[in-house]
């Protein structure tokens, strides 16, 4: 019995067509997994990006916090310095107030003992001068001591003249007669000790120079003399 043979042939145009399509499918998964490649590369980058930033971050913040607390420390000494220096100029002034104290004291003690002591009667123990130049006054302090064996008190007053320059010449004022200090204001009366402190109005224009100091007794006899130079202002 005789066997049909059917021979089928495919066209070369369906070939080509399907070789095209084939090659694009190719195409199209080659193109997709360079396109997730490059996706999934860019998402790498900007997690290592984000990495490397955050990690920049920290260490700005621990350099901050580092010189934050740097800073911190040098105030720190700085205002321990500060309260250290102010603490020594504290107790440098104390003890200097206590050594011119001491040597106040033994000023008037070696007065006191002295062989002269109850000839004298009467000592100049200090004599403080600060002239002002913006005020046109000279501010003083004087204190007197009594070495009087018997301890009786001493009754006088203090005389005070000021040598000084008026438009380039020499003039030497008296305090009282020119009204320079009210009358009375330098009498004294003491046991052991007096202190006078004011300000001598000086007349406008007037450089002070020296000051001549003459303590006298209620019977108008000088007891003690002195010449003080003035100090003198910056001009």
Do not use: C
Not at 31 to 50: F, K, M, S, T
Request: net charge negative; glycine share 6%.
């Amino acid at each position: 019995m005789p066997t049909d043979v059917i021979v089928k042939t495919i066209r070369k145009d369906y070939l080509l067509m399907a070789g095209v399509l084939l090659a694009s499918l190719i195409a199209s998964l080659l193109v997709g997994a360079y396109l997730l490649g490059q996706a999934n590369q860019g998402l790498e980058l900007a997690r290592l990006e984000a990495i490397e930033s955050a990690e920049l971050i920290r260490e700005q913040q621990q350099k901050i916090e580092s010189m934050t607390f740097d800073l911190a420390t040098l105030r720190l000494e700085e205002s321990v310095s500060e309260l250290a220096s102010a603490d020594l100029q504290a107790v440098v002034v104390q003890q200097q107030d206590r050594i011119a104290r001491l040597e106040n004291e033994a000023v008037y003690y070696r007065n006191l003992m002295s062989a002269s002591a109850g000839d004298r009667e009467v000592f100049v123990h200090r004599v403080d001068l600060e002239p002002d130049q913006q005020q046109g006054t000279l501010k003083y302090q004087i204190m007197l001591t009594h070495a009087d064996p018997d301890g009786e008190q001493t009754l006088g007053r203090i005389e005070l003249k000021i040598a000084g320059e008026v438009d380039a010449r020499e003039t030497t004022l008296d305090a009282f007669e020119a009204g320079l200090i009210d009358p009375g204001a330098l009498d004294y009366q003491f046991r052991y000790f007096q202190n006078f402190s004011g300000q001598l109005k000086l007349p406008e224009g007037f450089k002070p120079l020296t000051l001549q100091l003459e303590v006298t007794s209620l019977a108008g006899q000088t007891l003690e003399y002195q010449v003080i130079e003035v100090p003198q202002w910056e001009v």
